[in-house]
T-cell receptor
């Protein structure tokens, strides 16, 4: 298995532009998580999906952020319009949840977003 | 906030020494996990300890959990230069399936 795959690895965009980050979870994993990492705030959970359904999006900072998971093998995180303060590394992670069993996450390599 | 806090923020040791990092959290948990992050990379799962466990070992790693003090420690024995990374604890609540990560300890192992 290639692990969790994120694209692009790096993204530089101008303020006001739309940005779309992509994630392919590990096959067979039924939970997917989007995190944002900055020096100031550390790792913040933005949203997570279970069986393609958004369960908790309370970490999404603003309406400019949206996430979708149209099927078990693909998810997107979209920022529209982007702002300089959105600059961060965005991580996608997946896991296989089984009832009563704790589990670990597998993280992707992240997308480093710079908004200028 | 459920977010854990690691202590110290930064740690520098000589190769061969042991490294100890601590994590404190605020709410009841189902389990606690430790992750490592190398510079510019994603996080890698190291070890999981359940709330009813007190100690767990994996290779050179030893994790303890004290639920009465809401704290955990990660010990890396006989450290190597390759252990240089940031280490994070992550806690999952009894009712939630999501993990909240601490602020991390930056470990530098000097060859």
């Amino acid at each position: 298995d290639a692990g969790v795959i994120q694209s692009p690895r790096h993204e530089v965009t101008e303020m006001g532009q739309e940005v779309t980050l992509r994630c392919k979870p590990i096959s067979g994993h039924n939970s997917l998580f989007w995190y944002r990492q900055t020096m100031m705030r550390g790792l913040e959970l933005l949203i997570y999906f279970n069986n393609n359904v958004p369960i908790d999006d309370s970490g999404m900072p603003e309406d400019r952020f949206s996430a979708k998971m149209p099927n078990a093998s693909f998810s997107t995180l979209k920022i529209q319009p982007s702002e300089p303060r959105d600059s961060a590394v965005y991580f996608c992670a997946s896991s296989k949840q089984t009832q009563g069993q704790p589990y670990g996450y597998t993280f992707g390599s992240g997308t480093r977003l710079t908004v200028v | 906030s459920q977010q854990g806090e690691e202590d110290p923020q930064a740690l520098s040791i000589q190769e061969g020494e042991n490294a100890t990092m601590n994590c404190s959290y605020k709410t009841s948990i189902n389990n606690l996990q430790w992750y490592r992050q190398n510079s510019g990379r994603g996080l890698v799962h190291l070890i999981l300890i359940r709330s009813n466990e007190r100690e767990k070992h994996s290779g050179r790693l030893r994790v303890t959990l004290d639920t009465s003090k809401k704290s955990s420690s990660l010990l890396i024995t006989a450290s190597r230069a390759a252990d240089t990374a940031s280490y994070f604890c992550a806690t999952a609540s009894n009712t939630g399936n999501q993990f909240y990560f601490g602020t991390g300890t930056s470990l530098t192992v000097i060859p």
